[in-house]
């Protein structure tokens, strides 16, 4: 039959000319499941596959770095449905219809997944993604205040599920180069991803007593007990009997209310978790400039792990 469908495997367009498919900074090929070129962004530790060779858990709208579907979908909820009789997008990502717009295709916000009258898409956020949708108040209301920010949360959400292959074996390791303890190294890479890494976030680190120096020596370090109230985007360090000045655990602020911190956070029991911490159990904070108390999360994972 003639299939004039241009939008294929993952709703993304489909050359017939060269039997390839476009992801904008990169071409798939179906016939070798494998990129035509190396992921210009140096993702992960092979740059020809796709989705990490996971596309059931993972999409890949970019060509630049893939983001776990069930993990910012499960923490706020954010299956929209496509109504093809009315051509328009409602979303429950933040309780309330925010989609109004007309939509035939994948726009960069939304991509398609599955079904049929019922279409169901999923937002794939990249940092243009963020940076457009706020501009222009449309699609999702800031996290904390901070573009640049909210970025690095969308990052660190995408991975909630990234559970490690071995002891302490993950793809933040490989991006660091190094496998250990992984809860910096997390934080480190969710930054990178923002591209504040050595701005907002001073520095690369796999070891939390250094990261916390860093925050010390720029002035953006903050003890609990001082009174700090943190704000969405923050870094919080929690302390041990092994760490008792700090630098037992590291993980991203998501909110802070009613007293209780929700995080997202990489090494909690091996996995990247959304959790919830009472503010008094956290040591201290370093500060990423983000200026809100951020959303809560309606589900968490748990109260949170600590990696040593």
């Known amino acids: 039959p003639n299939d004039t469908n241009p939008f294929r495997y993952c709703a ?15 071409y798939y090929d179906p016939a ?52 093809s009789g009315v051509n328009q997008v409602w979303a429950d990502f933040w309780g ?12 960069g916000y939304w991509s398609f997944i599955n079904g049929t009258d019922n279409k169901m898409y ?4 990249t940092r243009a993604d963020v940076e457009n949708g706020l501009q222009n108040n449309i699609n999702m209301p800031s996290l904390s205040g901070n573009q640049n920010v909210d970025v690095m ?11 490690e292959s071995g002891t302490n074996r993950t793809k933040f390791g490989a991006w660091y180069g190094m496998q250990d303890e992984w809860c910096a190294m997390f934080v480190s890479w969710a930054a990178n991803e923002a591209g504040i890494l050595g701005t907002a976030v001073p520095e690369k680190r796999a070891y939390v007593p250094t ?4 925050y010390k020596s720029a002035g953006r370090f903050h003890l609990r007990s001082d009174g700090y109230v943190p704000n969405a985007g923050d870094f919080f360090f929690m302390s041990s009997s092994r760490f008792p000045n700090g630098g037992s655990h590291v993980g991203i602020v998501l909110a802070y209310a009613d007293g209780y911190v929700y995080t997202v956070e990489g090494n909690s029991n091996n996995k ?17 400039y983000g200026t809100s108390p951020g959303i809560v999360p309606p589900n968490i994972d748990g109260m949170g792990g600590t990696t040593r």
């Open 96 to 107: 309330y219809p925010h989609m109004g717009r007309n939509y035939g295709k994948d726009d």
């Open 211 to 214: 990261m916390m120096n860093d």
């Open 12 to 26: 993304e367009y489909f050359d017939a000319e060269t039997g390839n498919i476009y992801l904008r900074a990169r």
């Open 272 to 288: 990247v978790e959304v959790c919830k911490r009472p503010l008094s159990s956290i040591h201290s904070f370093g500060s990423n």
């Open 122 to 125: 999923i937002w794939v956020p």
């Open 153 to 163: 949360l969308y990052a660190a959400l995408g991975q909630r599920g990234y559970q």
């Open 32 to 83: 070798t499941s494998r990129m035509l070129s190396e992921d210009p962004a140096r993702f992960g530790s092979n740059w020809y596959t796709y989705c990490g060779n996971d596309p059931i858990n993972y999409i890949d709208s970019s060509g630049l770095t893939y983001v776990r579907l069930s993990g910012i979908f499960s923490t706020y909820g954010g299956i929209g449905t496509f109504n």
